[in-house]
């Protein structure tokens, strides 16, 4: 099984809030405690069946056994994942490859000077 770095790229950063979309939109949902990416995201969580059924009572969030969620920032790609399965995917994807190649040459340009 795959498993995120130990310790994080320096790249990599471990983030505990979401900056608001726009004034006075926040990317959280306080019914099912989850943060999502985009405004987009949000109108389609709050109209999913999970998010109403939450809001009705009929499952419990706290009997949900997600896995433990934790959000990561890609500097160099100015990116957000919600879990450790999407920074994998994020790490081995080709865009972030490429990204980071760029990132690490003008960092090193940048030091040398």
């Known amino acids: 099984m795959l498993s995120i770095p130990n310790p994080l790229p320096n790249f990599i950063e471990k983030v505990k809030e979401i900056k608001k979309a726009a004034e006075n939109e926040d990317l959280f949902c306080k019914s099912c405690n989850i943060f999502l990416n985009s405004a987009q995201q949000l109108k389609a969580h709050l109209q999913s ?4 059924m939450i809001e009705l009572g009929l499952i419990d969030k706290k009997s949900d056994k997600r896995r433990e969620i934790g959000r990561y920032k890609c500097k160099p790609c100015d990116c957000i994942m919600n879990s450790e399965v999407q920074l994998l995917h994020h790490l081995n994807s080709i865009r972030h490859q490429r990204t980071l190649e760029d990132f ?4 090193l340009a940048a030091s040398s000077k």
Not at 49 to 52: A, C, G
Not at 104 to 107: A, F, G, K
């Open 49 to 52: 069946t999970k998010h109403k």
């Open 104 to 107: 690490l040459q003008n960092d």
